[in-house]
T-cell receptor, first 112, second 111 residues
């Protein structure tokens, strides 16, 4: 778990602004994920990537974008098209050959 | 796609009692079922998992059971303690790593 670093921990976004959340892992995991968690709710998958330079949409990809240029990095951009971005964002990673995933500490995004 | 339902949404137990949380899944091809514990404002932490070739798994006070025929699995916590208070999530996966989560159960252990 300690090998997944998310930053920043707290972020405020103005209306119409794009923001990028960073996720870095040093666990040599092939797969990386972004989940969104709303207060009192479960985790919903935004995007995931199983190998470098490839990623797939999850259940709620609209208004978000990602890149996977390096194995250890999977940044998430919350665009102005995402109308309700206030949430807790969790990055996770796991081995492609297995099932278990581990989460980073999370990033709180608030629209002001 | 896969759908996971989790019950109850909240559960209060007296310290020392047992707690049981149940999940059902829709895709019979799912083969991996982890449970995560999340404390307030923190990340979910894996506490136990089970694969479809096993019916039950135990780790100290925690156990998970799986009924593939009925497509449901349960988390059992015995001798509950105040530090067990948290939100618990079940999940299911049929492809490596793409987990679908339940909505979560808030467990309160009263001392």
């Amino acid at each position: 778990d300690g090998g997944i670093t998310q930053s920043p921990k707290y972020l405020f976004r103005k209306e119409g602004q794009n923001v990028t959340l960073s996720c870095e892992q040093n666990l040599n995991h092939d797969a990386m994920y972004w989940y969104r968690q709303d207060p009192g709710q479960g985790l919903r998958l935004i995007y995931y990537s199983q190998i470098v330079n490839d990623f797939q949409k999850g259940d709620i990809a609209e208004g978000y974008s990602v890149s996977r240029e390096k194995k250890e990095s999977f940044p998430l951009t919350v665009t102005s098209a995402q109308k309700n971005p206030t949430a807790f964002y969790l990055c996770a990673s796991g081995q492609h050959s297995g099932n278990t995933i581990y989460f980073g500490e999370g990033s709180w995004l608030t629209v002001v | 796609g896969e759908n996971v339902e989790q019950h109850p949404s909240t559960l209060s137990v007296q310290e020392g009692d047992s707690a049981v949380i149940k999940c059902t899944y829709s895709d019979s091809a799912s083969n991996y079922f982890p449970w995560y514990k999340q404390e307030l404002g923190k990340r979910p932490q894996l506490i136990i998992d089970i694969r479809s070739n096993v019916g039950e798994k135990k780790d100290q006070r925690i156990a998970v059971t799986l009924n593939k025929t009925a497509k449901h699995f349960s988390l059992h916590i015995t001798e509950t303690q105040p530090e067990d208070s948290a939100v618990y999530f079940c999940a299911a996966s049929k492809n490596a790593n793409k987990l679908v989560f339940g909505a979560g159960t808030i467990l309160r252990v009263k001392s």
